[in-house]
Structures are given as structure tokens and as C-alpha cells.
């Protein structure tokens, strides 16, 4: 679908590029052009501030220069060979030098057709241009269930990955199972003592180990399928791996049962044990000492890290011959580089800040661009009932787990809530108002307006209204009309600008802007039992605006009901 800030902003850069080649303007290079949303809509519907950032190389007035700038882009408009996905009413310079844009309503109106056309393609670009991107995210320790920071981690990862496949990217979702180490031994250790304890015998607990109820319940369930006693008859160390072998099988199998109960699907669920089973930590071990990027010390192999960004160098390899995280990590990522993606996404949690710049230090070292590897740190999640923070406590097995969160609040409150703010601030989650059924909450508040734009539907349907494929709708002309068009052609830039940037809250916003746009036009305009041209062009106007909430929701993991 066409994109109009990327018209727009074309549309300034060939200006610029005419207004150079006649001197009008003399620089050979000129800076980015930003197109901006004013905030004053009578300032247009787009503005640039680009003449302001170019008065000190053109030695000149910026409004000068964004007299120069508008006579071009109005001459390319007026050009019979133009070709631009929008119209363009009027260009106006206003202040110090800004250029505002005014969208003629003939355009705005044409979207009605455009958006129903296109049905659930409308909001999808090719800016990816294929490129293969991979993002990875929850990837939970399978030493426990998952928490409310792995639910907010999935809303983000998932609605993320759906931004990019909408914006051309080629797009695989992926859990990194971290199911070797020593965590892993010290699960197993826990469910031994959990399955001696279920047994009557007097076995006391790892001072380390995994306390919460979870293990008792896969004791309970390996006793129960008579298992139980034949793992315990094995040696201990073949018997140790056995038991962290079965819990961790059995914690990621709920795990992903879980994450699809909450509509997310992971294209890979890729094993450390697989890892390690390749020897590919040995190979990129062997990979980084031939590109010369290691050295020993100390008894150890270290990563010469600092060559590449880090505050400082990094251990590989332990004076004991072990490997520290470090290692089987850089495997990891140089797998995936190896399986052909030109991008990682990597969503982290918030004890992960310090571990950005040494993976990045690692793809570097092996020979990738540095931007190829993006991290994003989620934060933490404050569950709030009654005003007051429902503590949590993962060590002394009292955390607040996702299954508890959505079976209270359900997917679509979860998922819409989560993804209110940027995933590297700090989040209040109101339980209270997550389960309200009303105007105040956000989620409802959206979903509210899908399913009233379902009712009309089905009410004009009932009373034999039949609406075409191209209804005409040039007497949509109602400030209120208008303003919800205006608002519904944004979808297709708002969802690209929230995929580039890493933004999915981004759409959450809109979701609640064209929500409030389409009850102010139902409020101020009778969609049924007006002059039938015009009943229709709003019934078409009504029929479009479900498409963009539907496909907006749709895009957040959230459902569109039609009764509510």
C-alpha cells in the first residue's frame, strides 16, 4: 500500500534535487527529510522543517529557501507525467521556513474505496524488500513456568515480528531453549529431592535449587505414569541428567502451550543441547582464534572484545577448560547468521543490559556489519490490585505466572496492556482496570468500537441497504468524516514507522485514536436513514473504518469482536 510521508518526503527530495540542478539552491548534498504529523491541524496534514536545517549551508533565509522547495515540489505536482499514490491540495510556508502540506478531500474520500479494496492487505508496504529477518524472544529459562515479564516480552516480540512480515520483511519468530548448563543440573537435582519427598522419604532440599510448586507437580506425574523409580535407580550422574532432561521436556512443553493459548507461534524452538551436540561452540571458538580476535591469560581464553566496542575484554573459555555464557552464545548467533538472516532481533530482559555490547562485539569480530544484531530490553512489569503492587518473588517459588495473569485478565487485556509503552520502560499493570468493562479501559474501549461498527452493519443489512464494490463518496464532506479518513489513511505509514522503529506501543495509540475518531463521527453523523447517496457513502465510510480497526487489532494480537 502506498505510503504517504514516504510520497511526501520523495516528493521534497526531488524538489531539492531540481532546485540544485537550476541554482536555485547550491548544495550538492542535503540533509535528511523529515515528514511530521503538525500537531495544529491548521497546519496541514504533514509538515517538513527541512529548510531550517539547510539555512547555514545555503547561506541563506530558510524561508527563502522553502519558497525555492515549494515552487519545485508544485511544479513536479503539476508535471502530466507525475505519478505520486496521493493529491496534494495546497503547499503553504508558514513561520521561520516550515513547508505544510494540505491533502485535497478528493483523496481523502478516495480512501474509502482504497481501503475496502485492499480488505486486509490495506496498512502493508514492501519496504523490507524480502529481507530475511530474525527476531528471538521470551526464550524463558525451562527451569520454571513463565512470568509476567515473559508475557510482556511475547505481546512485544510477536506484535513486532507481525509489523515487520506486514512491512515486506521475511520474518522467523524463534525461542532459544537454553536446556544445557549448569541451571539445567540444578533442575534436575530439585526434581530428584521432589520425587524422594513424594516418595515418604526424608530428602532435603537443594539450598539451590528450584522451589516453586511446579516440580512437585511433574513428581506427582512421573510417580503416577511409574517412571519415577527407574529414574531413580540410574547412577547418579547419568541419573541427574535423565531427571533434568524429563522437567525441562515437560516445563517447555507448557510453555508453549501456553504461548499459544496467548497467539504466540514460534517458527524454531532451538536447543542448546543441539548446540553443544555440533561442537558449534568449539567451531566459533576455533572461528574468532583464526581471525586473530582471542588470546590467552591467566590460564584461560579470553575474547578480545574492546577491539569492538566493549568496555572490556571477555572470557571463553575458564582456566578449567569449561566454557562461560559467553561462548555457546556467540554459537548461537553465529548460527543463526549461518542460516541466512541479514538482521537479529534479539529481545532481552532487564538483567541483560551489560551483555548488548559484547554479543554485538562477537557478530563484529566474526565478520558482519555491526548493526546486524539489535537488542531490545524489556522491562520489568508492577502488577497492581486495589493500588497496591501484588509482590512477586521467583526464588522463593511466589511469582505471579502468565498462565495466573491470563487466566484472570484474559489474551486480549494482557496483550493490548503490555503493549501501552515502549518495552524498555517500566510498566504499572492495572488488574483492576484490565477487567473493566467499559470506556476506561483502553482494550475494551477499542474493541467496543469494532463491534458497534458490526452492528450497524448488520442493522443495514437487515433494512436492505446493499453496498457495492465502488459506492460513490464525494458528500462525505463532515469535519467529523473527514477527520476519521484522515486518520484511517494513516495506518499503512503508522505501522512502518512502529516496524523501523521498534515501536509496537506505537500502534496501541492509534488503535484508541481511530476508536475515539470513529464514536465522535457516529455521534455527529446518522450513518442510517439519511438521503440514500449519502446513508451509502457513509455505510461505505462505516465498512472501511472496521477494516482498519480489525486490521489494526489484528497487528496488536488482539481480536475484533462483532458483539460485545
Known sequence: MGLIKEALQHLVEEALQRAARSGDLVCAEFPPV???????????????????????????????????????????????STTTPLRVERIELAGPGFINFFLHPAWLQDQVRVIRQADTAFGTSDIGGGERVQVEFVSANPTGPLNIVNARAAAVGDTLARLLAATGFAVEREFYVNDAGNQVLKLGRSLEARLRQAAGEDCPFPADGYPGAYLQDVARALWAAGVAGELLALPEEERIEALAQVATERIVAEQRALLERYGVHFDQWYHERRLRAEKAPEAVLALLQ????????????????????????????????????????????????????????????????GYIARLQAAVTALGYPPDTLEVLIVQMVRLLRGGEQVRMSKRAGEFVTMAELLDEVGTDAARFFFLQRACESHLDFDLDLAKVQGNENPVFYVQYAHARIASILRQAKELGYNLSDDVPTASLQHPAELALLRRMADLPDEVASAA?????????YYAQDLAALFHAFYTECRVLGEEAELSQARLALTDAARIVLRNTLTLLGVTAPERM
Open 500 to 508: 523501523l522503529a521498534r515501536e509496537p506501543h506505537r500502534l496501541t
Open 290 to 353: 583464526e581471525r586473530g580476535t582471542t588470546y590467552q591469560a591467566e590460564g584461560a581464553i579470553w575474547f578480545a572484545s574492546t577491539r569492538f566496542g566493549d568496555d572490556k575484554d571477555r572470557v571463553l573459555v575458564k582456566s578449567d577448560g569449561s566454557y562461560t555464557y559467553l561462548l555457546p552464545d556467540i554459537a548461537y548467533h553465529y548460527s543463526k547468521l549461518q542460516r541466512g538472516f541479514t538482521k537479529l532481533l534479539d529481545l532481552l530482559g532487564p538483567d541483560h543490559h
Open 34 to 80: 523529515e515528514i511530521e504529523v503538525p500537531k495544529n491541524k491548521a497546519h496541514g496534514d504533514f509538515a517538513t522543517a527541512v529548510a531550517l536545517s539547510m539555512a547555514r549551508s545555503e547561506k541563506k533565509a530558510p524561508r527563502l529557501i522553502a519558497e525555492k522547495i515549494i515552487a519545485h515540489a508544485l511544479a513536479i505536482l503539476s508535471a502530466p
